[in-house]
């Protein structure tokens, strides 16, 4: 079978089963399984598929219509324009995600410069926030804590892909407990939120595939929240920094937490379908 026909049928049978995108889903799956890009693709639509390649995409193709994602049948995925190691142990980066890195940078201002920020990403699955914040940060030390420690393999991995291994230290444990009086000038976390009364209502990729430990906090939604916060509280330094990503409908719920004589300079970011996605605030100096 060529190329050019082998990508009409699986995305015909991607369209069947009721795939978004199915003609990208199969070129995605293609280049996968040819170790080839997109251009190569239009450039040889005669070019015949050896047997072994052809059930290589036909087994992806029917993993992908029955529900697998897409970024876990490839491996990879892109954030911040770097290209990340994902697998089933990880929830899978978003684009939204990416505004975490924006409001940190963007409140940090002229400190991006100042030698050896200490950072530390909370839940840092894949690791994209750790990764991307010590390329932005180059003068940084970060941590990057993770219940999973499967999670935390691939984190690894992606730190030594992008060069930044040396200046990321990788911790297998719960949230910020290591970490009080750590005097740290910047926490970020992208923590679970979905609440699990809403376990029907999420796409069967998310439902079915994605690590639950970094899906769900409880019935509502809230429940990692007072505790990164709290345990934020006594990791920073005075004037240091929390960003976290918020679920929607979540940001005022989050913002009373935050309430008291503890954070000053409250900020809520909206990402862009206009959700209120990240929100910022920073240890109050004593």
């Given amino acids: 079978m060529d190329l050019r026909t082998a990508w009409k049928q699986g995305a015909a049978r991607l369209r069947a089963a009721g795939i978004a995108s ?33 059930e290589r995409f036909e087994e992806l193709v029917r993993r992908r ?34 505004h975490v890195v924006e409001v940190t940078l963007e409140r940090l201002g002229q400190q991006r410069s100042r030698q050896q920020l200490r950072v530390l990403d909370v839940g840092t699955g894949s690791g994209c926030l750790a990764v991307a914040l010590a390329r932005e940060l180059p003068r940084a030390r970060l941590w990057a804590v993770d219940l999973s420690a499967a999670a935390l393999q691939v984190a690894m991995r992606n730190a030594i892909r992008h060069g930044v291994a040396d200046r990321i230290l990788f911790v ?6 290591a970490f009080a009086d750590a005097s740290l ?20 990729e998310v439902a079915e595939h994605e690590p639950e ?3 769900f906090a409880g019935e509502d939604g809230l429940a990692f929240y007072p505790r990164l916060i709290g345990g934020a509280a006594r990791a920073l330094a005075p004037g240091g920094l929390l960003v976290i990503e918020l679920g929607a409908g979540l940001a005022d719920r989050v913002r009373a937490v935050c309430a008291g004589s503890l954070w000053e300079a ?4 909206r990402d862009l379908a206009g959700i209120e996605r990240v929100l910022a605030a920073q240890r109050r100096r004593e």
């Fill in 22 to 54: 199915p003609v990208l889903a199969a070129a995605r799956l293609l280049e996968h399984v040819l170790g080839c890009d997109r251009a190569w693709l239009y450039a040889h639509p005669e070019q015949p598929l050896e047997q072994a390649q052809l």
């Fill in 65 to 98: 219509a029955a529900g697998e994602p897409l970024q876990y049948l490839t491996g990879r995925q892109e954030f911040w324009g770097l290209e990340f190691e994902v697998t089933p142990a990880v929830l899978i980066p978003r684009p939204e995600t990416e």
């Fill in 172 to 177: 297998h444990g719960d949230g910020l407990e």
């Fill in 185 to 204: 000038d910047v926490v970020v976390s992208n923590p679970p939120y979905v609440a699990r009364s809403e376990r029907e209502l999420l796409p069967r």
């Fill in 213 to 215: 430990l970094a899906v």
């Fill in 266 to 269: 409250i900020t809520v970011t």
